[in-house]
Nanobody, 118 residues
């Protein structure tokens, strides 16, 4: 059973920074993609950033230049460093891991709230 444990959310002022962490436990295929998504009420969940095992990254336009995704493969942990935060970054942030063996496996974390407000 794969579990994703997110941490690092909270309340921050505009212009501030937060670092989210997501640790995956259980059996995960070594070649995978880990990522961060976010969702606000009434809107679809959207990609923020993703990173493959080999280090290839993908960012939403809204995250480019402000957010940095990284991972520690030995710990099955993915991080999201968020700088220059804006009120529109307020959302629940979800961690996701995807890998393919005989079929595709998708696992989600429970989400962590990020609120950017003065």
């Amino acid at each position: 059973q794969v579990q994703l444990a997110e941490s690092g959310g909270g309340l921050v002022q505009p212009g501030g920074s937060l670092r989210l962490s997501c640790a995956a436990s259980g059996t995960i295929y070594s070649t995978n993609i880990m990522g961060w998504y976010r969702q606000v009420p009434g809107k679809e969940r959207e990609l923020v950033a993703s990173i493959a095992t080999g280090g290839t990254t993908n960012y939403a336009d809204s995250a480019k230049g402000r957010f940095t995704i990284s991972r520690d493969n030995a710990k099955n942990t993915v991080y999201l460093q968020m700088n220059s935060l804006k009120p529109e970054d307020t959302a629940i942030y979800y961690c996701k891991v995807v890998y393919v063996t005989n079929m595709a496996y998708i696992h989600w974390g429970q989400g962590t709230q990020v609120t950017v407000s003065s």
